[in-house]
């Protein structure tokens, strides 16, 4: 089910950026960055919605929304950290602005300063590492950093690390970041003291373009777009030996973005004339395909929620959308402790009937058995008066 999202079709074409925000009790929202429109007088802002996973649906007006300077230009890019609690926003003229949301029901968005990242220019990738410990952020200008967070001390400072930043990812145990250049290149940064690892190999006229890593914990993959001429394919690398062990072709055309959903099974690739498609990383086919759900326009942001098999993507032209995909549908875990359940309470039942219908030693069956009528003419009865050992006459 593909919905028009984000605050309703007035709003249309103003998004600029989105990324979910998981609260507890697997209750998700969204937050928005919206731009101001060529000849309009609205301002570029950052709104929070309520998603329905029911409907598929955001709510149509925000929960919360902050105005954004018109002096720090439009949002750009970006990131939430895993707890849900902060926000940090690419500007295109004043660098980056972190927001804090409460988890309260009532919470408001609070800007605070990040004085590392003010006026450092517009940042097109943002980045938390899947624990949450760390911060990366890649620019325009290809200048790349790493820092802790909360802290915010500078593990990377590095302002020529690429020709422009074009994408990034961390590893899933944050050990690793990946970054990709517009010139094509790709290098493999270690996130615990900045130390450049490699340049993933390629071969000439082709360029690396999008990364993720895998997240399912049992295969140590990267996956990377890369594009010779026309032809786009997947390449696969073994991050224990960087080496690429293979490539496949899907999506077939130009990727503007991918994504790699929270347990690792599916692989989304966003199309720069307004296609999706989600992979089964398993077997590595489409499993998914969502075709001209942007209609003509370059897919900007592409993110898997994260506690269901929904992808939300924005454009310049369309705006948001949140998208249901068509896959098999997960076991919940209360649906898992029920079968379990189910299982014991069949086992039980089957080993009482069992017992009632076997020649058990604590049962021991006393009639319509034939062996039995025996033994009590031999023997006798020992609650009888009649004694079968009786006196013999001398």
Same mark, same amino acid.
């Given at each position: 089910?593909?919905?028009?999202?984000?605050?309703?079709?007035?709003?249309?074409?103003?998004?600029?950026?989105?990324?979910?925000?998981?609260?507890?009790?697997?209750?998700?929202?969204?937050?928005?960055?919206?731009?101001?429109?060529?000849?309009?007088?609205?301002?570029?802002?950052?709104?929070?919605?309520?998603?329905?996973?029911?409907?598929?649906?955001?709510?149509?007006?925000?929960?919360?929304?902050?105005?954004?300077?018109?002096?720090?230009? +439009?949002?750009?890019?970006?990131?939430? /950290?895993?707890?849900?609690?902060?926000?940090?926003?690419?500007?295109?003229?004043?660098?980056?602005?972190?927001?804090?949301?409460?988890?309260?029901?009532?919470?408001?968005?609070?800007?605070?300063?990040?004085?590392?990242?003010?006026?450092?220019?517009?940042?097109?990738?943002?980045?938390?590492?899947?624990?949450?410990?760390?911060?990366?952020?890649?620019?325009?200008?290809?200048?790349?950093?790493?820092?802790?967070?909360?802290? $915010?001390?500078?593990?990377?400072?590095?302002?020529?690390? /690429?020709?422009?930043?074009? +994408?990034?990812?961390?590893?899933?145990?944050?050990?690793?970041?990946?970054?990709?250049?517009?010139?094509?290149?790709?290098?493999?940064?270690?996130?615990?003291?900045?130390?450049?690892?490699?340049?993933?190999?390629?071969?000439?006229?082709?360029?690396?373009?999008?990364?993720?890593?895998?997240?399912?914990?049992?295969?140590?993959?990267?996956?990377?777009?890369?594009?010779?001429?026309?032809?786009?394919?997947?390449?696969?690398?073994?991050?224990?030996?960087?080496?690429?062990?293979?490539?496949?072709?899907?999506?077939?055309?130009?990727?503007?973005?991918?994504?790699?959903?929270?347990?690792?099974?599916?692989?989304? $690739?966003?199309?720069?004339?307004?296609?999706?498609?989600?992979?089964?990383?398993?077997?590595?086919?489409?499993?998914?395909?969502?075709?001209?759900? /942007?209609?003509?326009?370059?897919?900007?942001?592409?993110?898997?929620?994260?506690?269901?098999?929904?992808?939300?993507?924005?454009?310049?032209?369309?705006?948001?959308?949140?998208?249901?995909?068509?896959?098999?549908?997960?076991?919940?875990?209360?649906?898992?402790?029920?079968?379990?359940?189910?299982?014991?309470?069949?086992?039980?039942?089957?080993?009482?009937?069992?017992?009632?219908?076997?020649?058990?030693?604590?049962?021991?069956?006393?009639?319509?058995?034939?062996?039995?009528?025996?033994?009590?003419?031999?023997?006798?009865?020992?609650?009888?008066?009649? +004694?079968?050992?009786?006196?013999?006459?001398?």
């Amino acid at each position: 089910m593909e919905v028009g999202g984000g605050g309703g079709g007035s709003d249309k074409g103003s998004v600029s950026c989105g990324s979910w925000i998981r609260r507890p009790e697997n209750v998700n929202l969204v937050v928005l960055g919206r731009s101001r429109k060529r000849g309009d007088a609205s301002p570029s802002m950052l709104e929070i919605f309520s998603f329905d996973p029911k409907t598929t649906s955001l709510s149509s007006s925000p929960l919360d929304k902050y105005v954004v300077e018109e002096v720090e230009g +439009d949002l750009v890019s970006i990131a939430v /950290h895993p707890s849900g609690e902060d926000i940090v926003c690419s500007t295109t003229n004043g660098g980056c602005k972190l927001f804090e949301y409460g988890r309260e029901s009532n919470a408001k968005l609070s800007a605070r300063k990040l004085t590392p990242l003010e006026g450092v220019g517009p940042q097109k990738c943002i980045a938390f590492s899947v624990d949450g410990s760390k911060l990366a952020t890649g620019g325009v200008d290809g200048h790349l950093r790493i820092f802790a967070w909360p802290s $915010l001390r500078v593990i990377l400072d590095e302002p020529k690390a /690429h020709k422009s930043v074009h +994408d990034m990812d961390f590893s899933l145990d944050s050990e690793y970041l990946v970054s990709t250049s517009t010139d094509g290149s790709a290098r493999i940064w270690k996130t615990e003291d900045g130390y450049p690892l490699t340049t993933l190999t390629r071969k000439t006229g082709e360029d690396i373009q999008l990364c993720r890593f895998s997240k399912d914990g049992t295969k140590p993959f990267l996956f990377c777009t890369v594009q010779k001429g026309d032809k786009v394919v997947i390449a696969v690398w073994d991050i224990s030996t960087w080496n690429r062990i293979g490539h496949k072709g899907l999506l077939k055309k130009p990727a503007s973005i991918m994504s790699i959903s929270k347990d690792g099974k599916y692989l989304a $690739l966003g199309s720069k004339d307004g296609d999706i498609c989600a992979v089964d990383i398993k077997k590595m086919v489409i499993c998914h395909w969502s075709r001209r759900l /942007h209609l003509g326009t370059c897919i900007e942001t592409l993110e898997f929620c994260p506690s269901e098999r929904v992808v939300l993507t924005t454009s310049s032209e369309w705006g948001a959308v949140a998208t249901k995909l068509n896959v098999p549908v997960d076991w919940k875990e209360w649906q898992i402790y029920m079968m379990l359940l189910g299982l014991f309470l069949a086992s039980a039942l089957a080993f009482y009937i069992f017992m009632q219908n076997s020649d058990s030693f604590w049962q021991f069956p006393e009639r319509n058995q034939p062996g039995a009528t025996k033994y009590k003419t031999f023997f006798g009865d020992s609650q009888s008066s009649e +004694d079968p050992f009786f006196p013999v006459d001398m």
